[in-house]
Structures are given as structure tokens and as C-alpha cells.
């Protein structure tokens, strides 16, 4: 089993709509969890950081965190076709091995 | 102020031939980890310096290594290329003392390996 798992899509949605993107994670350890955008040939980028239960929003990004299901989500509002790249989900623990752990990454389409 | 910078940003090698990659992490961090991104993958985490040690290491052979300077610049080297270590090669930079959170890890734009 991953550690870090996502589904690598690729989700299509149109111009306007509200994108979900999901992962679940095992490490029950994991304290902090990111959301890194990464446009094609391109290093991540850091959009949303979640450490607490509940919803995190930021302009049209919402962050969801359930460590109970040890599930993160991402909800992005008014989807635009530049939103359209690949969105990697990453744990993160603070204690032992302070590193990233991805998800292999969703990819997102926005049509416009 | 400068970010996170990598060099060379895009290299071929060939099988069995030895590379080293380099980075110069955001001024004022002092931890430098590394990753590796396979095509269609998430970044793996190679390994971390700190005060010019190795910290952590993830799942990777000891044909990956590494160092650390005195100011805080990174190598990554990896030997006895194969063809399967061809990837986008990550350096992330952080401050020690803050790192608790994870929230102040930087990346730099990554060295393309391609190994022929």
C-alpha cells in the first residue's frame, strides 16, 4: 500500500465548475498535509497547506482534512483552464523523517 | 532575494557514466533534501543534509549520495547511471528551526536527467 495515494485521473472538468481532488493517506503520524500544483515540465508549486481537521479555504482553493479517515481533498472553485496541471497531495511528519511524502499526483483538466 | 537554484537544468548521460547535480538552497536555510520525480510520478524523497551530514535517507541505493557545504550548497551524485534513474531531480530547501511544520519547504525548478 502507498503511503500517500491518488487518483491519477485525468479529471475533466468544464470552465466554471468546482473541482474535487482526493488522496488518503496511511501514516496515521502524519501531522501536516500539501497541496503542490505542478504544470507540465515544471517543479511543484506549494497552493494549500492543511494541518488541522475541518476546511481550509484560500481565494478559490478549499482544503479538506479528515485525519480520522486520514482523508485530504482539495475543492477548487470556478474552475479556469489554467488551473489544468497535475495536483500532488504530500504528508508531512514531524517527528523522524522530516520529508515529504507525494501521491503520485491528479491529473487536472479544466474544458473550456 | 534568491530562491532555490539548481544546476544543470537539463543533462543527458549514458548507461554506467556518474552525474552530479547541485543546488544552492533560499538564502538563509540550512537543510537541503532531495527528491527524485519519475515521469507520471510523485517526487521520492532521496535524502536530506543538515550541518553537512545525512540526516534521512529514503529508499534509494547507495549509488545516490551526497554532501553538504559549508554554506549550506548541496551535490547530489549518483553513480553507475541506469537507465531507470532518468527523472526530474528536486532540491528543496528549509530552515531547521522552523521545520516542524513542513510549511516552509521551498523547491527549486529541477535538473532534467536523461540517461541514454
Known amino acids: 500500500q502507498k503511503e500517500v495515494e491518488q487518483n491519477s485521473g485525468p479529471l475533466s472538468v468544464p470552465e466554471g465548475a468546482i473541482a474535487s481532488l482526493n488522496c488518503t493517506y496511511s501514516d496515521r503520524g502524519s501531522q501536516s498535509f500539501f497541496w503542490y500544483r505542478q504544470y507540465s515540465g515544471k517543479s511543484p508549486e506549494l497552493i494549500m497547506s492543511i494541518y488541522s481537521n475541518g476546511d481550509k479555504e484560500d481565494g478559490r482553493f478549499t482544503a479538506q482534512l479528515n485525519k480520522a479517515s486520514q482523508y485530504v481533498s482539495l475543492l477548487i472553485r470556478d474552475s479556469q483552464p489554467s488551473d489544468s496541471a497535475t495536483y500532488l497531495c504530500a504528508a508531512f511528519m514531524d517527528t523522524g523523517r522530516r520529508a515529504l511524502t507525494f501521491g503520485s499526483g491528479t491529473r487536472l483538466q479544466v474544458q473550456p | 532575494d534568491a530562491g532555490v537554484t539548481q544546476s544543470p537544468t537539463h543533462l543527458i548521460k549514458t548507461r554506467g557514466q556518474q552525474v552530479t547535480l547541485r543546488c544552492s538552497p533560499k538564502?538563509?536555510?540550512?537543510?537541503v533534501s532531495w527528491y527524485q520525480q519519475a515521469l507520471g510520478q510523485g517526487p521520492q524523497f532521496i535524502f536530506q543534509?543538515?550541518?553537512?551530514?545525512?540526516?534521512q535517507r529514503g529508499n534509494f541505493p547507495d549509488r545516490f549520495s551526497g554532501h553538504q557545504f559549508p554554506n549550506y550548497s548541496s551535490e547530489l551524485n549518483v553513480n553507475a547511471l541506469l537507465l531507470g534513474d532518468s527523472a526530474l531531480y528536486l532540491c528543496?530547501?528549509?530552515?531547521?528551526?522552523?521545520?516542524?511544520?513542513?510549511?516552509?519547504?521551498?523547491f527549486g525548478e529541477g535538473s532534467w536527467l536523461t540517461v541514454v
Open positions: 538564502s538563509g536555510h540550512d537543510t
Open positions: 543534509y543538515y550541518e553537512e551530514e545525512e540526516r
Open positions: 528543496a530547501s528549509s530552515l531547521e528551526i522552523q521545520s516542524a511544520s513542513g510549511n516552509t519547504i521551498y
